[in-house]
């Protein structure tokens, strides 16, 4: 990253993903709009207006677009852009501004029906029932609509082999989308996109659910090979969660704790992950939350409200600003717990303790070699290996009923 | 979809869980390791090169099929393997003997147990006994007990058990005999497991590893013991005990005699729903007869094995079983671990490792040839309750054979001694599949049987020692 004027390094781009994430980009260029969105800005819902990054440190932010923006995005050459604003400029890998999302598959389906790209997730919802999407999801799926649909098993392959391709993408986040609880046909109708996955493309898989019906579930979700695993509890406070997310006033705050702490008796350490929403209530309950949340094992993911719902004042921003820079959630800082941690780097749209912790290793002067081997693909890839192989060793086939 | 309920996730710490996976490979690693560096060293004195590699490899073997670090019969066939490459036998040598009647006699009367227990006969005698017989709880410990010991004469104990567990316990549940008295079920469940077991010995059909016995002892000594030959030489100790074994249970659990009156109807409506008698059932009932008439009157002449296959060949030509649902019911395992018991026999006595043991063990051998059978009998069973019934005739049957002639005994009663003890899983759950489904059932606790178990061990001791001693001689100088 250089100032205009060609100076030193002066931000970090951790701090630039702080600052993207709150304050979003502006496009100015019409013809970059058309570009690195799938339908005509008009037709999209303000929530889904959102732009893909990558900095050459492998820093990834999935940041919303706004005009009133202090950082401008152009178009360099297909593949890479460039993020201005503030005094500095940077050359940026987007998968947006390739053609990726324009595609088709050869059933004649957008690739963006299918799936999108967000930072290093691939995500695939899948049809179980008539649900919106979760509100912090990267883009409503199938055609917008808020509601998935089931696609043919060799369609997906086909949108995941070119999202591969692409060579961005790392993880393939499946979500189910219940409005009651995850239950046995959500697993069944899961199975066969999971096992496809797994058994084509060598990457981690990452799951969402709601709380399940049998904690046994669980355990079938491990052995079968999901990788990292999201129970989001979004907020701590029941009247504001029933009234931004009425969808989910089947669970309360408990269903969703107990469901975390099974899980984490389950999969390995720093792989159960819960997000947040910042903003819609005191900062100092989601902290609190978040230190209960890493207090049972669990890794709390901060996400800000989708840039346009509910827009934030200035002054909220300022005030979350603040907060995450002084957010200090109390992960162990040797390099082994750092590489366990290290597949967070590729959450793009929400704020991981990774980032805060590396906001501050950073401003403390830690190592660049050790910051160089934790973003690098193959520790990530070295870190996938050690879970499946910790999977072979941890699952018994043909045991008695796990409770999970 | 797969069935999560099978699925566990080990919550021990993983250095824990690597330690307890890898443990076994590393030990077999070690002691692999250990015996190829004994391989290449030069025997100590007295052993001559061959016969010191054939003994290395049978306790390196015997250590395989007591400690389980890969299957018995993987262990069996690692053998075949290794005395040709150590140059103790050739490869030919080693294979052919796969190639004997023996062979073909372990697996017809494997098939014929599997068709016993497919066809349903075997459940429904049980039912037709209980509902005739069992009307007050000792009644029923007495039925359960008697016909499991009289079933396992015909066909595997441990399909026997297989067949009866579902309806006792269907039994003691239904009816909830553990109100009536707690006793009760615990008596039952101890009657299957050991009526099971003693019944097993009683002939060649009870359990595989008597086929295995009587193959070794043709293979490594030549003479032939047929079905009549076992069973009159080991009916009488499986008779006795079958009677002590009824009195300790009852003694032990003092059933009261409370009328069972909702037993009879229960069994009526299990008869129902199995139905008439079906064909398969009387064509196995009526195979089964002929076999072992024809095992009793034309086995000498024929052989054991073309009277075994006669019989099978009987059920396929009929129709009465397709090739596939047999294959699920027969433990091919067995036919591996005779090949690898059978090669370590010979291969100890061809290189005089046999003889060498005998000169060792001679001096601390009893003088009696009774005595020596007994010892041997009581070391063989206490062995049997922690290993499986096969490994331990692998084990202890050649070496008993080679000392045979040092203690004056005939060959054949050391295998008559061996082979039935090895049948004996009467002490421990983990003696054997009937013992564990004894268990399973979670109404027995090893410290409540502490002394029925040590009574029926000291029994089962002493009348071997009265039949070997008394009875043996009289069949030995009637032939």
Known sequence: MREDGGKPETLSYRRLKLELLLYGIAVADERLSEKILPLPIEEIPVISRRVDLTFPDGTRVNAPLEDGSPYQLRLLRPGVAVLSGKGMSVEAKSILTSDFHQRRTSLGNPFSEIGQICGGYFFLPLAGDPAPAPADSPRPPAGLAGIAVQHDLREVHEVLKAAFDEGLVEVVKIAIHSPTAFDKPAVERLLPYLEMVKSNFKCMVSLSISPPKEFGLLSLLYARGVDVIFCDLFLVDEKRSALHLPARSHFSEEDIVETLSRLVGIFPRGTVLSKLILGWEPIEETERAAEHLLSIGVVPVLSLIPAGRDRLSNVVREAIFDFLLSLNLDLDRNLYSRWLHSHLHLISDSITPNDSLEIDMREKGASAWTDRILMARWSRRSLSSAWALRRYFKVIEGGPASDG | ?????????????????????????????????????????????????????????????????????????????????????????????????????????????????????????????????????????????????????????????????????????????????????????????????????????????????????????????????????????????????????????????????????????????????????????????????????????????????????????????????????????????????????????????????????????????????????????????????????????????????????????????????????????????????????????????????????????VSSVLIFAAVAGFWWPVLDAAR
């Open chain 2, 1 to 457: 979809m797969a069935d999560f309920e099978n699925i566990q996730i080990d919550r021990r710490p993983l250095w824990a869980v690597l330690i307890s996976k890898v443990w076994r490979t590393a030990l077999f690693l070690c002691v692999f390791a250990g015996l190829v560096w004994v391989l290449r060293h030069n025997p100590p004195a007295g052993w001559t090169p061959v016969s010191f590699k054939a003994f290395s490899i049978f306790c390196f073997i015997v250590f395989l099929w007591a400690t389980g670090l890969i299957p018995p019969p993987i262990a069996s066939v690692f053998a075949i393997v290794l005395l040709p490459m150590a140059g103790v036998i050739t490869s030919k040598e080693a294979f052919a003997l796969f190639g004997s009647e023996s062979v073909f006699f372990v697996l017809g009367a494997l098939i014929l147990s599997a068709a016993i227990y497919m066809s349903g006969l075997a459940r429904r005698l049980a039912l037709l006994l209980l509902k005739a017989f069992a009307d007050t709880p000792r009644r029923l410990v007495t039925v359960v007990f008697l016909f499991c010991a009289l079933a396992s004469f015909f066909m595997l104990g441990n399909g026997v058990a297989a067949v009866i567990l579902p309806i006792v316990l269907s039994i003691i549940t239904e009816l909830k005999l553990e109100r009536i008295h707690p006793n009760i079920p615990r008596a039952v469940v101890t009657a299957m497991w050991w009526g099971t077991s003693i019944g097993s010995i009683a002939t060649v059909l009870g359990g595989a590893r008597t086929i295995l016995t009587l193959a070794i002892l043709e293979q490594v000594t030549g003479k032939f013991v047929g079905f009549p030959g076992w069973s009159l030489h080991v009916l009488p100790i499986s008779v006795a005990l079958i009677a002590v074994a009824l009195w300790i249970l009852h003694r032990h659990f003092a059933l009261p005699e409370t009328s069972l009156e909702a037993l009879r109807p229960f069994l009526q409506n299990r008869l129902i729903q199995i139905g008439r008698m079906r064909a398969a059932e009387r064509f196995t009932a009526l195979v089964l007869v002929l076999t072992i008439l024809a095992w009793v009157t034309l086995g000498r002449r024929y052989g054991m094995a073309a009277v075994a296959l006669s019989s099978i060949v009987a059920f396929f030509v009929f129709r009465i079983f397709n090739w596939e649902e047999v294959e699920g019911y027969v433990n091919w395992g067995v036919i591996l671990m005779y090949g690898g018991a059978v090669t370590l026999g010979v291969a100890l006595v061809q290189s005089g490792a046999a003889a060498k043991m005998t000169d060792l063990l001679g001096a601390h051998i009893p003088a009696s040839g009774v005595l020596f059978l007994t010892a041997l009998f009581a070391v063989v069973q206490l062995f049997t309750q922690t290993m499986s019934a096969s490994a331990t005739v692998a084990i202890f049957l050649p070496v008993a054979l080679s000392l045979a002639p040092a203690t004056g005994v005939l060959p054949a009663s050391c295998a008559f001694a061996v082979g039935a003890a090895a049948g004996l899983h009467l002490l421990l759950p983990a003696g054997g599949p009937n013992a564990a489904l004894a268990y399973s059932t979670g109404y027995l606790k090893t410290g409540d049987l502490i002394r029925p178990v040590g009574l029926i061990f």
